[in-house]
C-alpha cells in the first residue's frame, strides 16, 4: 500500500498545509471518494511553483490519467502552483482468490458470455483484450470456446505453443495479448473435437492451470455460446471477477440470452455488463438504421440488473480485420469503431474496479497487492 500522508511534514512550501487541504477535496474518477482518504496520493512534495506526488491508479487508460491531472492542477492552481510532475503507479484491484486459486497471478477473470452463437461474442472479447493490453494492462485472453475456436482466426496465429518444461504451457503473444486455444493444439482444424463433459472440464482446467500466464492484469475468456457447463466449472475453480453479456438487438436472439443472465445469477457471477453489438448500421451519409430492431440491450441490461456497456455498430471493417487476423483495435487503432472498443474496455475496467470497491465494503481503496509498476508523465 502507498504510505498514509503525514500533515505537519517538513514544509517546504509556505502554503503546504493549505495545499495539503486542497488535495484533501479531490476525488478518485473511478471511486468518487477522497483520493487521500483511499490512500492513492503518494508523499507529495511542493516547491515555489512545483508539485510533485505519487498517484496509485486502479484502471488502465490516459482518460483516467488526465482526468485526475486536470482534478489536482485545477485545485493545486489558485496556490501558484504551475508545475506538476505525477509518478503514476497502475495497481489492478485483484479478485477475491479462491483457497487453491489455478491463477493467484492473474488479477481479473472476466467471462465474455452470449446465449447464441454468431452475436459478435468472439470478436468483442478479442478487441476488449487488444484494447486493454494497448491502455497498459498485462492482459491474455483465453478461447474457452472448445468446440468452435476462433482465437486462431482472430488473431492470425496457427502455431503450435511450446513449453520449457514439459508441465507448463507457454502462451503465445499477439498485439500485446497473452493467447490459449485449443486451435494452437489442433493438427487440422477443420476436424470437429469431439468431447464429453469430464474431458471438456478436464481441458479447460488445464488451459487455465497449465498455462504460463504470469502476472496479468486481466484474463479474459472467450466461452462457448449456450448456457452450458463451462461456465460452471469456471465458477466453481475459479473465483472470477464477473461476466460480459454479449447480445443483438432482434427478439429472437433475446430469449437464449436472458436464460445466459439467469445461469449468471444461479452461480452466484456478477454481470458486469450487457453488450449490444450489431446494435445499428451508419451509412455513408451518417444515418443510422437500426436493421435488427431496437432496445434488445437495454431489456437484457434490465432484466440482469447490469449496465448496457456499450451499443456497437455493424461495420464491415470489423468483419474484414477478423478475417486478415488482426482485430480492428489493432489494425485500424483511429477508426471510429476501435476506439468505440476501447472506450467500451475502459468502462469495462472501472466497473471492475468500482464492484472489488463495493465487495470489500467501499471503505478503502480495493486490494491491490503485488509489484508496483511506476510510470512517469509529466
Ligand atoms: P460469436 O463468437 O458470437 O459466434 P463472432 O465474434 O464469431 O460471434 O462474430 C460472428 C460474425 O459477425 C463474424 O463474421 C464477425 O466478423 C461478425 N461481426 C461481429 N461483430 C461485428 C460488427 N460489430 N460489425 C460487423 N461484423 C461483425
Redesign the pocket.
Given at each position: 500500500m502507498l504510505r498514509e500522508l503525514t500533515y505537519g511534514s517538513t514544509m517546504s512550501h509556505p502554503k503546504e498545509k493549505e495545499l495539503l487541504d486542497a488535495l484533501g477535496t479531490i476525488s478518485d474518477p473511478v471511486f468518487e471518494k477522497p483520493m487521500l482518504e483511499l490512500g492513492l496520493v503518494d508523499s507529495p512534495t511542493f516547491t515555489d511553483n512545483e508539485a510533485s506526488m505519487g498517484v496509485q491508479l486502479s484502471c488502465p487508460g490516459p482518460e483516467i490519467q488526465q482526468e485526475i491531472r486536470t482534478r489536482i492542477e485545477q485545485v493545486l492552481a489558485p496556490f501558484g502552483i504551475t508545475k506538476l510532475n505525477i509518478h503514476w503507479d497502475l495497481k489492478v484491484p485483484i479478485r477475491q482468490l479462491a483457497s487453491e486459486d489455478p491463477v493467484p497471478h492473474v488479477r481479473n477473470i472476466v467471462l465474455v458470455m452470449?446465449g447464441?452463437?454468431?452475436?459478435?461474442?468472439?470478436?468483442?472479447?478479442?478487441n476488449i483484450a487488444v484494447a486493454l493490453g494497448q491502455a497498459g494492462a498485462k492482459v491474455g485472453l483465453l478461447d474457452a470456446?472448445i468446440y468452435?475456436p476462433?482465437v486462431p482466426t482472430?488473431f492470425g496465429v496457427h502455431e503450435a505453443p511450446t513449453s520449457e518444461d514439459g508441465k507448463l504451457i507457454r502462451p503465445l503473444e499477439k498485439h500485446g495479448v497473452k493467447l490459449m486455444s485449443i486451435g494452437f493444439l489442433m493438427d487440422d482444424p477443420t476436424q470437429a473435437v469431439v468431447w464429453r463433459g469430464p474431458m471438456l472440464h478436464g481441458a479447460l482446467m488445464q488451459f487455465i492451470k497449465d498455462v504460463d500466464w504470469g502476472e496479468l492484469d486481466y484474463l479474459v475468456l472467450?466461452l462457448p455460446?449456450g448456457t452450458g457447463d463451462v461456465a460452471l466449472t469456471l465458477a466453481q475453480h475459479a473465483k472470477v471477477t464477473g461476466a460480459l453479456i454479449?447480445t443483438t438487438p432482434q427478439e429472437l436472439a433475446l430469449q437464449d440470452v436472458y436464460k445466459a443472465v439467469s445461469m449468471c445469477k444461479k452461480l452466484n457471477l456478477t454481470i458486469l455488463g450487457v453488450i449490444e453489438?450489431?446494435?445499428h448500421f451508419i451509412d455513408s451519409a451518417g444515418v443510422s438504421h437500426a436493421l435488427f430492431g431496437s432496445g434488445g440491450g437495454a431489456k437484457v441490461a434490465a432484466f440482469a440488473g447490469a449496465h448496457l456497456l456499450s451499443k456497437?455498430?455493424?461495420?464491415?471493417?470489423?468483419?474484414?480485420?477478423?478475417?486478415s487476423g488482426v482485430p480492428v483495435v489493432a489494425a485500424k487503432p483511429n477508426s471510429a469503431?476501435a476506439k468505440a472498443y476501447s472506450k467500451l474496455a475502459q468502462d469495462l475496467t472501472v466497473r471492475i474496479a468500482r464492484h472489488l470497491f463495493e465487495m470489500g465494503g467501499g471503505q478503502k481503496a480495493p486490494s491491490t497487492d503485488g509489484p508496483r509498476r511506476l510510470r512517469i508523465m509529466r
Amino acid at each position: 500500500m502507498l504510505r498514509e500522508l503525514t500533515y505537519g511534514s517538513t514544509m517546504s512550501h509556505p502554503k503546504e498545509k493549505e495545499l495539503l487541504d486542497a488535495l484533501g477535496t479531490i476525488s478518485d474518477p473511478v471511486f468518487e471518494k477522497p483520493m487521500l482518504e483511499l490512500g492513492l496520493v503518494d508523499s507529495p512534495t511542493f516547491t515555489d511553483n512545483e508539485a510533485s506526488m505519487g498517484v496509485q491508479l486502479s484502471c488502465p487508460g490516459p482518460e483516467i490519467q488526465q482526468e485526475i491531472r486536470t482534478r489536482i492542477e485545477q485545485v493545486l492552481a489558485p496556490f501558484g502552483i504551475t508545475k506538476l510532475n505525477i509518478h503514476w503507479d497502475l495497481k489492478v484491484p485483484i479478485r477475491q482468490l479462491a483457497s487453491e486459486d489455478p491463477v493467484p497471478h492473474v488479477r481479473n477473470i472476466v467471462l465474455v458470455m452470449s446465449g447464441k452463437g454468431g452475436v459478435g461474442k468472439s470478436t468483442c472479447a478479442a478487441n476488449i483484450a487488444v484494447a486493454l493490453g494497448q491502455a497498459g494492462a498485462k492482459v491474455g485472453l483465453l478461447d474457452a470456446d472448445i468446440y468452435g475456436p476462433s482465437v486462431p482466426t482472430l488473431f492470425g496465429v496457427h502455431e503450435a505453443p511450446t513449453s520449457e518444461d514439459g508441465k507448463l504451457i507457454r502462451p503465445l503473444e499477439k498485439h500485446g495479448v497473452k493467447l490459449m486455444s485449443i486451435g494452437f493444439l489442433m493438427d487440422d482444424p477443420t476436424q470437429a473435437v469431439v468431447w464429453r463433459g469430464p474431458m471438456l472440464h478436464g481441458a479447460l482446467m488445464q488451459f487455465i492451470k497449465d498455462v504460463d500466464w504470469g502476472e496479468l492484469d486481466y484474463l479474459v475468456l472467450d466461452l462457448p455460446p449456450g448456457t452450458g457447463d463451462v461456465a460452471l466449472t469456471l465458477a466453481q475453480h475459479a473465483k472470477v471477477t464477473g461476466a460480459l453479456i454479449v447480445t443483438t438487438p432482434q427478439e429472437l436472439a433475446l430469449q437464449d440470452v436472458y436464460k445466459a443472465v439467469s445461469m449468471c445469477k444461479k452461480l452466484n457471477l456478477t454481470i458486469l455488463g450487457v453488450i449490444e453489438n450489431m446494435s445499428h448500421f451508419i451509412d455513408s451519409a451518417g444515418v443510422s438504421h437500426a436493421l435488427f430492431g431496437s432496445g434488445g440491450g437495454a431489456k437484457v441490461a434490465a432484466f440482469a440488473g447490469a449496465h448496457l456497456l456499450s451499443k456497437l455498430p455493424i461495420d464491415p471493417e470489423v468483419g474484414q480485420c477478423n478475417d486478415s487476423g488482426v482485430p480492428v483495435v489493432a489494425a485500424k487503432p483511429n477508426s471510429a469503431i476501435a476506439k468505440a472498443y476501447s472506450k467500451l474496455a475502459q468502462d469495462l475496467t472501472v466497473r471492475i474496479a468500482r464492484h472489488l470497491f463495493e465487495m470489500g465494503g467501499g471503505q478503502k481503496a480495493p486490494s491491490t497487492d503485488g509489484p508496483r509498476r511506476l510510470r512517469i508523465m509529466r
